[in-house]
Every structure is written in C-alpha cells, then in structure tokens.
C-alpha cells in the first residue's frame, strides 16, 4: 500500500484532513489588534510548564517514593545525576514562576474584559489549570521528605481537617491514616506524577481550544461582538500564525531563559530529612501565605462553633468567586472606565490578599529594616 493510499484510509476512518483544514482556519483567522504582545505571557507559562514536565521526568527516573529513600534519592540526584542539581533547582523555582504567570495572566484577562461572554468556559478552565498547578506545589513540596516538608505538610492536613463538613474524611484520605507517613508519601507522589499531571493536561487542553475556538476578545463590549461577528471587530488583527504565534514563542524562551538563570545562579541546599522538631518560623509558599496569615487572625470560636472552621469558608467563597468570575460580572463593558464597580471589588480582594501576604511574611519573625532590628509578633504587627 502507498503513502498517499495510507493517508486516504485513515482519513475515512479518523477525518483527519478536515479537523486539519478547520484548526488551519481558526489559525489563520485574524484576532484583534489590541492583542499586541500580550499573547507572549500565555507563551512564557507554557514555555515554564514544558521545562516543569521535562525537568520532572528527569527527577522522576531516579526519585523513589519511600520514607527511608526518599530523601536520600533527591540527594543522590543532586549529587551524582550528570546536572542533577540544576534539574531540582529548576523544578522548584518552576513552581514559583507558574503559579505567577499564571496570576499575571489571569490579570491581563481581567482588566481586558476577556473573561466575558462568549468566553466565560475559556476563564473557567484557566482558573482550574491555576488550581491544578497549586495542587502541583503542594504535592510536590512532599517529595523530597525534608523535615520542613514534612512539618509544612502535617500543618496543611491539619487545616484541611479542620474544614466543615467533608474536611475530616478529605484529611484522612490523603494521609492515608491518622499521621503524615509512608502512606502520605505514596499517595502525594502518586497525585503528583499521574493524577494531577493528567487532570492539568486535560484542562490546559480545553481552554486552549476555547481560545484557539472562540479568538481573542476584541475591546469592543460583548453584546457588539455578538451582533457583529468576531472577524468584523478584528479587521486589521494579525493571524495566530505567524504572527502571534511567534510573539508567544518568543516570550516561552525568555521565560525559559530566566528560569534557566536563576536555577542556575539560587540552587536549593541540601536540607533535613524527616524525623527531627518542628522548624522554628516554619511558613508555606509565598502564594499561600495569605491563606495562612488570615486562619491566624481567626477568633477562637465564631457563633458557637470552631473559628478556625467558619474562617476556612471565607477562602473557599474566594475560590469559588474567582473561578465563577465571569458569571458574577455580567455587563458586557470590557473597557475598564466602564467596569467601576467590579474593578473596585477586584482591587479591594487584591489589596487584601497582598496585604495578608506580607503580614505573613514577617510574623514571628525579626527583620532588619531601615537600619533598625524590628520584631513582629503573630499578627504582623510590631513590638
């Protein structure tokens, strides 16, 4: 049998010659002309993501997910894997720059109007993928069973088993038992190579279909995109390819070339294994310590019940806002000079959330600054 005849049966059989002409349609179609650079952002987190998967295979092909070899693999692949410490560092400052990228992104959207109608399941699907990374971190912060990791972990379950109703029996799910141990460590290393992995490329692949799907918001309001068609409000745009396409190609290897830099140049030390005291000023993530500082500002209790229970259901309301954006900001106005009302909501959540960041940050801690030794207690607040 021939190429050509080859071709011609899987065609009947798989109809690959239309999908092809259709994505070859939807590349060519112009998109607005406000898009600009902006497409180099979405680049660049795809361009971190593929180093995270690459870099994770890597580490995976020697990492073994025991309590007794755990932490003695990450320091065999530090020590003795041919560029072993590079592949770490660049795994764990991955992490960081993923998780802020894809802040900065959902940033851009926003203040273009872009998560409105039509495109209200491209939004959805791009917070998931942000959930999906998180969950990433937390499960991988595990892995290498460092005594910080460990403590950071048991304090985490802790929380989660303090949540109302499904929180005991989630806890207990992913501890594997009543403590943080082996069965933790399988369970963590298992969400973290195969669960989480599949369920972000799934989610990333949706909402790039619904972009590549639906384009590029025009600065036009939604109900006079809707009346006059994508391609009128785009005339003028540049395609996906070349154009934007090579916009995001550049932006992923700048991206990937500062990842590079400072994996290279901030390596991560070795550290304690597991089995020792809780580390003094032991905190989570930078992304997390908003979360963190506001469970500590939590009263005692709250109604009669448990304040630290009725304080986890602020942030899960907050989660749940910020992945039903679209469908709680219905007016059609992308223009920000039009969106008053949900630009101050947004700003207000936004100010609150770095402002917990940075009392977290300096909590219990004592920090020179301005020349002077300052102490901060618990709240944040100076001595």
Known sequence: ????????????????????????????RPQPARAGWGVALGGAALGVLGLEAL?????????????????????AIRDTVPLGWLWLSVHAWGTHALVALALLQAAKVF???????PRELTWVAGA??????????????????????FWSTSVRLGHVESAPLAGPAAARLLRGGDDVGAATLSRFYILHVAVLP????????????????LGLAPGVPADEEAARGHAAC????AAWLPQLALRAAAGAAVAVAAL????????????????GPTPAGLRPEWFFLALFQFLKLAPARVAGLPGE?????????????????????????????ARKLSLAVVAACVFAWGALTVLGAVSDRELRLFGKTRAFDTYGRPR
């Open 1 to 28: 049998m021939s190429w050509r005849g080859l071709l011609d049966g899987l065609d009947v059989r798989l109809g690959w010659r239309e999908a092809r002409a259709r994505a070859a349609a939807e590349l060519a």
């Open 198 to 213: 599949a369920l972000l490329a799934a989610l990333l692949a949706l909402h790039l279909r619904l972009v590549r799907r």
């Open 260 to 275: 590079l830099t400072v994996a290279a140049l901030h390596p991560p030390g070795p550290a304690a294994a597991a089995g």
């Open 234 to 237: 785009s005339e003028g745009g």
């Open 309 to 337: 229970s009725v304080a986890q259901l602020v942030p899960l309301l907050a989660v749940a806002a910020f992945a039903l954006l679209p469908f709680l900001d219905r007016s059609p106005a992308r223009r920000l000079s």
């Open 111 to 117: 203040i273009s109007g872009a998560h409105k109608r």
């Open 55 to 75: 870099s994770g295979l890597v580490l995976a092909a020697h990492y073994r997910a025991s309590p007794e070899s755990a932490h003695a693999s990450v320091a």
């Open 128 to 149: 998931l993928v942000l959930f999906a990374v998180l969950g990433l971190a937390v499960t991988g912060h595990l892995l290498p069973w460092t005594n910080e990791a």
